[in-house]
């Protein structure tokens, strides 16, 4: 049985030495070292020996099996040592050629004017509020004092997912959910997507983003409002802008206004950018309406507040001089590698 043993072990030599790929060193090691391999057979028969030969044959077996692995390991780090130095020869690296250029991402422009409003606000003392983009027709229309019979809440205008859940049409219910949960003093934006059922044309998007603010707390009056905006109109459009106030009406503001900047083009004094007039509409705002404040649980006739809302699209759109809204949801590189 010795002679087998050694004789099993020249072979295994001779195999291993020819093996020039990893799956004929596998199969080999199979062929001699599996559980159906040589060296198992030739074992089985160790029961024929007597009690004197068995321990001789058992060491002379052990000694084979580790030759055997031994040449099967310094055989694989040859074969990896090959492969590796054929792949190396193969995938010669030119250094003169030029690299590839690496485009590094940046920000949509609507992205970085949200940055900056925010900026802007939080430096003044304001939170940043977030809410769900569908709500329910309670927080979008009845909170804010919006009557049923309002224009707004026609489904021409309003994107209906049932007749109590609608896509928001503007961040205002953030405003409402901020007063029912914390109590006065509160000053906050609340920033996001918003939902209206337009047509799409150069100044009209079925989706839209939008901020608003919010303060409330004992004696706020419409000139903190105006001094509020001030700030901001200098900050976003540059410290020569000036602001105006026009009456107007928003149901859960009263008084209400829109908000007028001078136009930074031309300095106020006309031109095609402001259509001749030197003003810019820029937003709309006013002081909060005690319905609505009643509607949060907070008393009218201890505090009061004023709100705020913007496109954040409409104010890029003028700051940037674009004149195509669309041209925001195109992803048109041409266009956005501008900003």
Not at 161 to 171: A, F, G, M, P, S
Not at 303 to 310: E, I, L, N, P, Q
Request: hydrophobic share 35%; proline share 5%.
């Amino acid at each position: 049985m010795e002679i087998k043993l050694k004789k099993l072990l020249e072979n295994a030599k001779l195999e291993i030495d020819s093996a020039d790929s990893m799956d004929i060193l596998e199969k080999t090691r199979v062929k001699y070292l599996g559980k159906k391999g040589e060296l198992t057979e030739v074992l089985r028969g160790m029961g024929a020996l007597s009690p004197e030969e068995r321990p001789i044959v058992g060491k002379v077996a052990n000694e084979v099996r580790e030759s055997i692995q031994s040449l099967l390991d310094d055989a694989k780090t040859m074969i990896k040592d090959k492969v590796l130095e054929n792949r190396l020869h193969k995938e010669t690296i030119d250094i003169t050629m030029p690299g590839k250029e690496i485009k590094i991402g940046k920000k949509h422009p609507l992205t970085q004017a949200l940055d900056e409003l925010k900026s802007i606000f939080i430096g003044m003392g304001f939170k940043v509020a977030e809410g769900p983009e569908v709500e329910t027709v309670y927080y979008n229309f009845d909170a804010l004092n919006a009557p049923a019979n309002h224009p707004s809440r026609d489904m021409r205008d309003t994107f209906y997912i049932n007749k109590d859940v609608v896509l928001r049409t503007q961040t205002s219910p953030v405003q409402v959910r901020v007063m029912e949960r914390i109590k006065p003093p509160i000053r906050i934006i609340s920033p996001g997507r918003c939902f209206r059922n337009d047509t799409p044309d150069a100044t009209h998007s079925p989706m839209f983003h939008q901020l608003e603010g919010l303060v409330i707390d004992k004696g706020i009056t419409l000139g903190d409002l105006k001094g509020t905006l001030e700030v901001f109109a200098k900050a976003f459009l540059g410290t020569q802008t000036e602001i105006k106030f026009r009456p107007h009406h928003f149901p859960f503001t009263e008084p209400s206004a829109e908000v007028d900047a001078s136009c930074f083009k031309c300095g106020g004094k006309g031109c095609n950018f402001c259509k001749g007039s030197g003003w810019i509409e820029l937003l709309g705002a006013g002081m909060v309406h005690p319905n609505v404040l009643r509607n949060c649980g907070i008393d009218p006739e201890e505090y009061s507040g004023f709100a705020f809302g913007m496109g954040i699209d409409r104010l890029t759109m003028l700051k940037y001089g674009i004149d195509d809204i669309r041209l925001f949801f195109e992803n048109d590189m041409r266009f956005l590698n501008q900003f």
